[in-house]
Structures are given as structure tokens and as C-alpha cells.
């Protein structure tokens, strides 16, 4: 953020400090010769006498360049899922009976392991989702500014209706502008009232498509695994609307979703990648972390050589744990690797020991 100072700035310009302080007082702005100018202010000067300032690049910004995509490099990707919804109203429940008879379709008896993140495969193309619990990663995800769920599934208890952690639910996915597909579970039950909740929704904009409105609700009792087909359908319908994409031919890029150490494996991370392709041998930094993927496995236990969009996989081969909602970058080398996670971590004990020592960091760092 900050520049060169004012005495830099004059002997660079050509002029005496003192006469440097006087210009610059013109302009209104009182310093002193040691003073670090902000780039507004070194560039409004520079221009007065016919100079260009140049912002260098930070650290971060020279490490993890990234081009904007091309259209024509552009592939479809699938969709990345959260569920969402009050306490007892059968998120867990509905990923049991997603992954159940998933697994019963495709591989008979293979066990999925948790990796905090799994995928589903449909005829018409496969989903993905977020099995940590819902919403405390979403808020720590978001909180952290990563963007991972493409939709978010609003799981509501037909008997019980829209309750506080409904509405909170709603509105973090309200305002991350993810859009909500909402399921009215345990239908079941006698004490069911659908028409009831669609009504409690419509208070919140969430009006179903049969009344006039644009949101998608799916009727299922997640414990008699009814419905289930009906829902992953309807996901993929409403990410087709979405289109998204991503470019599978250039390093990749995604978020920790979980991580954690492992006794035996030392620290393994689940890592959603967004974009890119993640291979065996990839150099990259996570967070305050950095390291070389030893070996990747997928939902089904599998180890895998690369990892295209829209795949969760856990990473073996980091320095250290990184935190859910750290963002993953494959970089260059593994200089760039250890310069940019060595640097996060001065970073973090400057911020953790208090504001004055963070004073010359990005100086020190400048060198590297
Ligand atoms: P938390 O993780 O505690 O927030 O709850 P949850 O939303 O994950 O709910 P969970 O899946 O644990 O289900 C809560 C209770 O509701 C359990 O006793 C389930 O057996 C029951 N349940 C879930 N789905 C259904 C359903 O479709 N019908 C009926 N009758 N019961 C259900
Ligand atoms: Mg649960």
C-alpha cells in the first residue's frame, strides 16, 4: 500500500528534499522527508512534472498471477453443493441417503471415505458436495473470501417449518448470491404441512415455481429415501441455468475445505479445486503453507494423478495444516512456494504480536 518516501521520491525527481516538502504542500499534503507517500500521492506528483509512478507488484501479486480465461479455453464444470437448514431438519440424513445410493449405483460395496467432500455421478453429469457441516464452513469459507458453493440446498422440515437457523441459512446464501434450492424433508410424516412452509418461504422471496415464483422446492423424506433422484435432477437443471465453467489446461486454484493432521500421513487437507487441473508432483502454497502434492485420493479412496474442476480430493505433501476457506494456489517453483508462505507467516505473527511490528515486512521481503 504505502511507496517510496519524500526524500526518495526528491532524489528521484531531481530536487532537494526541502523543495520536494514544498511542492507537496502545494498539493496539500504536509510531510516530513522520512514519510512514506501513499501511490495517489506519488503519482499526482510524478505527473506534475511529467514522471509516470510505477506501483511495484506486492509479493502475492507476483507469485500468483493469474490470466483472466479465454472463452474458447472454457469447459463445463459440475456443481458444487451445500446444504443448509435448522438443527434436526435432516441435512445429515439427506447426504446419507445421496452418497448411499450413489455408491449402490455405481460401485457396489466400496466404502466412500470421508474427505469432507464428495461427488455423485448422474447420467446427465455428476454433483458435488460439501459434507462439512453446512453452515459453520460456509460462514468460515466466506469469511476467509472464498466463493466455493455454486448452489446452496435449504433443507426445511415439512412438520416443523422455517426456523431460526432456516432464516440465517437463507441469508448467507442470500448474501453471497448463491442461489437456494429448497427441499422440504421428512414428507412422511403425517404432521407434514407443505403448502404451510412454501407459504412461511414466500416471506423471504423464496416463492416456488407452481405459484409464480423462481425457486426450485423438492419434496423428500430423506429417512425413506424418496425423492432423492427427483432432487439430484433438479441440481443439475439449475446449474445448467448457471452455466458454469472453468479452464482445466493451466495450474490449478481452489479452497481447503477441511484439513486436519493425520498421525501416520502427517497433514492432509481436502482440497476443492475450482480451476485449473491439480496433479501429483504440483508445487503450491496454501494459506500460511506450502508444499509439494505427494499423493492425491479421491471420494472413493482412490489415488488419483490430477484433479480437474469440480473435484474434491485430499492433498498429502503440506508443511503444515492450512484452515478451511484457505485458498490453494499452484505456483512456479518451489522458491515462489516458500518465499510467499514464509512471508504469510511473518505476516501472521506480525498481526498476532500487534500493529507496530508489522512496520518493514513487505521491505524485508522485497529482496526475496
Ligand atoms: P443437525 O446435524 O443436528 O443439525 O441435524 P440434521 O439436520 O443433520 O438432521 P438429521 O439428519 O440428524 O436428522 C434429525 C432427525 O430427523 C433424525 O432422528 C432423523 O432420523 C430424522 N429424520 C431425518 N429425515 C427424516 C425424514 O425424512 N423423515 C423422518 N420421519 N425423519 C427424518
Ligand atoms: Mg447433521
Redesign the pocket.
Known sequence: EEGATVGILASELGFKGTEMIMHLMKLGVMASINQRLDYETLQAISNQFGFEAVRKLTLEEQILQDEPDDATNLLSRSPVIT?M?????????????IRQSNVMDTEAGQITQHIGAYHVELESGSVVFLDT?G?AAFTAMRARGAQVTDIVVL?V?A?DGVMP?TVEALNHAKAAGVPILVVL?????ESARPDHVKRQLAEYDLVPEEWGGQTIFVE?????R?GIEELLEMLLLEAELLELSANPNKPARGTVAEAKLDKGRGPVATVLVQNGTLRVGDVFVAGRYNGKVRAMINDRGHHVKNAPPSTPVEVLGFTGVPEAGDQFFVVGSERDAKALSEFRQAQHRATQLGPQSRVSLEELFQQI
Not at 220 to 224: F, P
Open positions: 446444504i437448514g435448522h438443527v434436526d431438519h435432516g441435512k445429515t440424513s439427506l447426504l446419507d441417503a457441516p453452515h433443507v422440515a412438520d437457523q424433508n421428512k414428507m412422511d410424516v423428500i423424506s430423506a429417512k425413506e424418496i
